[in-house]
Nanobody, 122 residues
Framework: QVQLVESGGGLVQAGGSLRLSCAASGRTFVGYAMGWFRQAPGKEREFVAAIYWSAVYAYYADSVKGRFTISRDNAKNTVYLQMNSLKPEDAAVYYC???????????????WGQGTQVTVSS
């Protein structure tokens, strides 16, 4: 059974940092791109960041460039999202997901986690 389990969410003040983790299990994720998405109340899910298996290339939404960093440890089947300089508008449920296809095909991700809540106080 494939599982993606996010952790690391919580409450942080604006300007603070959090590090999210996504532990994958149940199959090998060789060749999979891993992505982070978020969804705030009343809003559609949006892409945050993605990284390919090689970890050479990473991609970010404009709203998080320069503040968030995605990384992965393939030996641990884990992907991370380091979030710095957090803003109230970053508050959302953050999901990790895995795809064999293009990271840009947001509806094409094969596996999704249950999400972790990030709350940013102003």
């Amino acid at each position: 059974q494939v599982q993606l389990v996010e952790s690391g969410g919580g409450l942080v003040q604006a300007g603070g940092s959090l590090r999210l983790s996504c532990a994958a299990s149940g199959r090998t994720f060789v060749g999979y791109a891993m992505g982070w998405f978020r969804q705030a109340p009343g809003k559609e899910r949006e892409f945050v960041a993605a990284i390919y298996w090689s970890a050479v290339y990473a991609y970010y939404a404009d709203s998080v460039k320069g503040r968030f960093t995605i990384s992965r440890d393939n030996a641990k089947n884990t992907v991370y999202l380091q979030m710095n300089s957090l803003k109230p508008e970053d508050a959302a449920v953050y999901y990790c997901a895995a795809t064999r296809g293009s990271y840009r095909d947001y509806d094409g991700y094969d596996y999704w986690g249950q999400g972790t809540q990030v709350t940013v106080s102003s």
